[in-house]
């Protein structure tokens, strides 16, 4: 079962396993984004996880679930909040599964998820993860660094003319394309260690990556001291609460060295080279 069937890693993941010819159920609870599963697979269930009651029956006959269930972390798009959706989702689909006696759970998590204390999307991760301990059922949690596309923000800012790099810009990450994401999903679909931490194939600073989008952009890189962050972010929580924790993590992370083992072949630059900016919205 691959649930968040038609996000952009559930889909890839469901690629590699259909091309490895693994019998697999995919989930999601859009009908319109449920379609551009068929050719992949013809068990196609459409349910709303955040209800457990939609939930009963669909892990019959089912081994394995994979969850790449997550709200998106962009600061233009709008979402329901991270406890509903990366907390409460995943809690759904775990007491599900155990409940219809799934024998193990890889489960996508987030790098940070175990340091970055206080922080509402490291947190959410963290108690999915302690749920999986809790229930005592066999699995994996990847921690990856990130997705190339979690960087498209910085490109949508430089294409309109800005690249806000908070602190020096010195700290280092290796951001992973879902492509390569999701062989290593695939890689320990059906045993595996505890926890995996997976990077892309390079490693760079934040001011390299923002040498790389104003390569692609032309927009100017603006260094944003840390000092102004907070009371900015506090501002922000008055306004929207949704937005000001992914501010929050994006400073965290853009302030700390995020760097895990080094997996895949497609590099940052390729990622940028096929990248269509008329595809990214404008901002302003």
């Known amino acids: 079962m691959v649930a968040g069937a038609s996000g952009s890693l559930g889909l890839e993941v469901i690629k590699k396993l259909r091309q490895k010819g693994v019998p697999l159920r995919a989930l999601d609870r859009s009908q319109e984004k ?5 050719p992949y697979t013809d ?32 600061l233009f798009t709008k979402g329901e909040s991270f406890e509903k959706i990366d907390y409460g989702v995943n809690e759904n689909l775990i007491n599900a599964a155990v409940a219809a006696g799934v024998r193990r759970i890889v489960y996508v998590s987030i790098k940070g998820a175990d340091a970055a204390s206080g922080l509402t999307l490291a947190d959410v991760h963290k108690r999915v993860e302690d749920l999986l301990k809790l229930r005592n059922i066999n ?9 190339f596309s979690g960087l498209n923000d910085l490109v949508i800012m430089g294409k309109q003319g800005a690249i806000p790099i908070p602190g020096s810009g010195k700290h280092k990450t290796n951001p992973i394309h879902q492509e390569d994401l999701a ?16 990077g892309g194939p390079e490693v760079f600073t934040r001011n390299q990556i923002a040498q790389m989008v104003y390569e692609k952009t032309g927009g100017r890189i603006m260094h944003i001291p840390e000092m102004l962050i907070e009371p900015g972010l506090l501002f922000i929580k008055y306004v929207d609460e ?6 929050e993590f994006f ?14 072949k497609i590099t940052f630059m390729d990622y940028l080279k096929n990248l269509d900016l008329n595809q990214l919205p404008d901002v302003w």
């Not at 449920?34 to 068929?38: I, K, N, P």
């Open 34 to 38: 449920a379609e551009m599963l068929r």
């Open 43 to 74: 068990d196609v269930v459409i349910a709303d996880a955040t209800n457990a009651a939609e939930l009963q029956g669909v892990f019959e006959d089912i081994e394995v679930l994979f969850s790449a269930v997550g709200q998106s972390v962009s």
């Open 139 to 147: 699995h994996t949690v990847i921690r990856p660094v990130g997705l």
């Open 183 to 198: 062989q290593v999903v695939v890689d320990v679909m059906f045993e595996g260690p505890q926890v995996l931490e997976a």
């Open 242 to 247: 949704n937005i000001k924790d992914k501010l």
């Open 251 to 264: 400073k965290y992370v853009s302030t700390n060295d995020m760097v895990a083992p080094q997996y895949g």
